[in-house]
């Protein structure tokens, strides 16, 4: 059984940093799209960026220049650093993996809050 186990979440101030992993166990991880999405309170969850296997990234405007997502194969692994943290970030982020219709993957996602 496929699972993606995110972790890194948790209660930052404003300003503040924090790097999201997800680890997958995919036997062929390397040949997965993987991204991060997110789902605030009330709202449809939306991606926040993307990395292909070819190693493409793509993000939302709202979070370029502050987010960097990336992956290391050896570790099976996906990252999302976040910086300049803002309230309106505060929402549920959730690892995507997918490599086709039949291999579409979520993981169970880690809840991010931006407080002071």
């Known amino acids: 059984q496929v699972q993606l186990v995110e972790s890194g979440g948790g209660l930052v101030q404003p300003g503040g940093s924090l790097r999201l992993s997800c680890t997958a166990s995919?036997?062929?991880?390397?040949?997965?799209?993987m991204g991060w999405y997110r789902q605030a309170p009330g709202k449809e969850r939306e991606l926040v960026a993307r990395?292909?296997?070819?190693?493409?990234?793509n993000y939302a405007d709202s979070v370029k220049g502050r987010f960097t997502i990336s992956r290391d194969n050896a570790k099976n692994t996906v990252y999302m650093q976040m910086n300049s943290l803002k309230p309106e970030d505060t929402a549920v982020y959730y690892c995507h993996a997918w490599l086709s219709e039949k291999y579409d993957y979520w993981g169970q996602g880690t809840q991010v809050t931006v407080s002071s």
């Open positions: 990395t292909t296997s070819g190693g493409s990234r």
């Open positions: 995919l036997s062929i991880f390397r040949l997965y799209d």
